[in-house]
């Protein structure tokens, strides 16, 4: 039984940092590329960055580039969403994502597999 669980959310002020983990079971983590992405209140589902098998090879949402960093740890199944100088327009629900493409990362949610169940991210003014 495949399951993502995000942890490490909570509400934080403006200019604050808080890192989101990812942990993954039921699967062979390290043969799927994963990703993050969040979703506001009213909005769709949009993405915030993607890590491939190795870790090697990492992508960014221009509006999160500079400020957050993805990484993973495929000896603890784990991916990590290191967010630095957050902003109110990071409030979301973030959620990691499992993507089994055997080619390519992808950067859109209609192209992932499994899905976690979210966790909560507040950032006040």
């Known amino acids: 039984q495949v399951q993502l669980v995000e942890s490490g959310g909570g509400s934080v002020q403006a200019g604050g940092s808080l890192r989101l983990s990812c942990a993954a079971s039921g699967y062979t983590f390290s043969n799927y590329h994963m990703g993050w992405f969040r979703q506001a209140p009213g909005k769709e589902r949009e993405f915030v960055a993607a890590i491939s098998r190795s870790g090697v090879l990492d992508y960014y949402s221009n509006s999160v580039k500079g400020r957050f960093t993805i990484s993973r740890d495929n000896a603890k199944n784990t991916m990590y969403l290191q967010m630095n100088s957050l902003r109110p327009d990071d409030t979301a629900v973030y959620y990691c994502?499992?993507?089994?493409?055997?080619?390519?990362?992808?950067?859109?949610?209609?192209?992932?597999?499994?899905w976690g169940q979210g966790t909560q991210v507040t950032v006040s003014s």
């Open positions: 994502g499992a993507d089994g493409t055997e080619f390519g990362v992808h950067l859109s949610p209609m192209d992932y597999d499994y």
